[in-house]
């Protein structure tokens, strides 16, 4: 049976918590696991991005490890257990699909995503009136943000916002403000400021980033994977200017930035 290997998972997690286990797996806490789960996501990233699909399936598994390892945690709390975790993520995944699991009728992805967002907001109302909260005070739709970073805190607001019609029509359109930014941010940096860390160009330049994101959110490209990859590139056409110079038996304190630049060309009819 599909996913009955899951149970193996959990029973090595039990043992290497338990009083005969690992002594460093015992000793854990939830706060010296935050970077590692961070770290097994990111990784997992890294792999999909690679296009080896077995290294895929290998981060998959480090991250899943993490999950059973934190439920497990919790479960020592006597706080919940794995099969609270998977209980919850079904019937979530259940209502908030009524058009698969009921009789609801969508037309495309987009409703998908609008009946999502009803699904989602309908629940959080009801979990504010279980625990006694102003019934008055209306929640902001992007409000409950957890931390992210802020790539993609910025791409899931405006998503957000983009779901209840708050969006640009045309592409064109965030084109020209891309340009608008542009200008305010030359106009910041007239005269020169004293302080390299001026407040108005720190805001500018964050105009300037949201503005990206936008651009690429209207592609549907995902920005933070879009960046990685220019990371990834920038990476190897770099190495191209470290390695011939390296042959060329120069580094970088014997070369001008004309000479890099030159480099620079050649790395990206190659990369």
Same mark, same amino acid.
């Given at each position: 049976m599909k996913g009955g290997r899951f149970v193996e998972l959990v029973a090595l997690v039990d043992r290497l918590r338990g009083p005969e286990g690992c002594p460093w797996d015992r000793e854990q806490t939830f706060d010296t696991l935050k970077p590692m789960l961070l770290e097994e996501a990111y990784e997992v990233l890294e792999a999909l991005d690679s296009g080896d699909r077995q290294e895929f399936c290998t981060e998959l598994g480090d991250l899943l490890f993490q999950v059973v390892f934190l439920a497990q945690m919790a479960e020592s709390e006597e706080v919940f257990q794995i099969d609270d975790v998977v209980q919850g993520i079904v019937a979530k995944m259940i209502r908030r699909h009524p058009h698969v699991f009921s009789q609801a009728k969508v037309s495309n992805s987009a409703d998908v995503l609008e009946k999502w967002e009803s699904i989602k907001q309908q629940e959080e109302r009801s979990q504010r009136s279980q625990n006694l909260v102003d019934k008055s005070s209306a929640q902001s739709l992007l409000e409950g943000f957890p931390a992210m970073p802020a790539l993609l805190a910025a791409h899931k607001l405006t998503s957000k916002a983009a779901r209840v019609g708050f969006d640009w029509s045309h592409l064109d359109e965030i084109i020209l403000k891309l340009h608008e930014e542009i200008e305010e941010l030359k106009e910041a940096l007239v005269p020169k400021p004293v302080e390299p860390l001026d407040s108005r160009i720190e805001q500018e330049v964050g105009d300037l980033l949201f503005v990206s994101v936008n651009i690429a959110r209207f592609l549907k490209i995902d920005p933070e994977t879009a960046l990685r990859k220019a990371n990834r590139k920038f990476a190897q056409r770099f190495r191209? %200017?470290?390695?011939?110079?390296?042959?060329?038996?120069?580094?970088?304190?014997? $070369? $001008? %930035?004309?000479?890099?630049?030159?480099?620079?060309?050649e790395a990206k009819k190659v990369i």
């Open positions: 191209y %200017i470290e390695e011939s110079l390296r042959k060329a038996g120069k580094g970088f304190e014997d $070369s $001008s %930035i004309e000479e890099m630049e030159g480099l620079w060309q």
